[in-house]
């Protein structure tokens, strides 16, 4: 079964910092891209991050940019968002999911522009 | 940067009938870009569409696409009780971009 688990969330104060994981299982993880995508309490999807199959093409929301980053560990099946300087407006469920980029043998292909498969998802929340 | 704007907001139906829910973009856009997903309370959202007319993989055909440039169009042709959920659409402009969203809820 294919499969993301998210891990990592809590409650934090502003200004602290935070590392979600996500743990992918029932496909072939270092071939596809990865997005984190957020939702804060009541409110609508918002995109946070994207990372190549290879990691060499990194994107962030104007929202994140400077604070978050995005990084993925192939050899663990596993993607990652280190969160710093922590801010109000970052209390969201957090999720990450499968991009429909696809790379194999040094050819990528993405003719549509979607994201598949997608985790439960970790709630941050940040308060003092 | 493309705004998605969808509606209505919400929509009131009963089982059985035909639901329409409307995306338009600020700028005319590839329909290669335009994506739909459902969420459903403390769910994760689901890809329905893709290519703003191709079913995802398990989607039940009584979900279609249409549309193109700006107007895109997510059709349920006959709402199942599962079906009441929230409904966003999805661009891509050099980044993800979604709608704020459109609640089917039963009359």
């Known amino acids: 079964e294919v499969q993301l688990v998210e891990s990592g969330g809590g409650l934090m104060q502003p200004g602290g910092s935070l590392r979600l994981s996500c743990a992918a299982s029932?496909?072939?993880?270092?071939?596809?891209?990865m997005n984190w995508v957020r939702q804060a309490p009541g409110k609508g999807l918002e995109w946070v991050s994207y990372i190549g199959s290879s990691s060499g093409t990194i994107y962030y929301a104007d929202s994140v940019k400077g604070r978050f980053t995005i990084s993925r560990d192939n050899a663990k099946n596993s993607l990652y968002l280190q969160m710093n300087s922590l801010r109000a407006e970052d209390t969201a469920v957090y999720y990450c999911?499968?991009?429909?980029?696809?790379?194999?043998?040094?050819?990528?292909?993405?003719?549509?522009?979607?994201?598949?498969?997608w985790g439960k998802g970790t709630t941050v929340t940040v308060s003092s | 940067e493309i705004v998605l704007t969808q509606s209505p907001g919400t929509l009131s139906l009963s089982p059985g009938e035909r639901a329409t829910l409307s995306c338009r973009a600020s700028q005319s856009i590839s329909s290669n870009y335009l994506a739909w997903y459902q969420q459903k309370p403390g769910q994760a959202p689901r890809l329905l569409i893709y290519g703003a007319s191709s079913r995802a993989t398990g989607i039940p055909d009584r979900f279609s696409g249409s549309g193109s440039g700006t107007d895109f169009t997510l059709t349920i042709s006959r709402l199942e009780p599962e079906d009441f959920a929230v409904y966003y659409c999805?661009?891509?402009?050099?980044?993800?971009?979604f709608g704020p969203g459109t609640k089917v809820d039963i009359k």
């Open positions: 999805q661009q891509y402009g050099g980044s993800f971009t």
């Open positions: 029932g496909f072939t993880f270092n071939t596809y891209s």
């Open positions: 999911a499968r991009d429909s980029r696809y790379c194999s043998g040094g050819t990528c292909w993405r003719v549509y522009y979607y994201m598949d498969v």
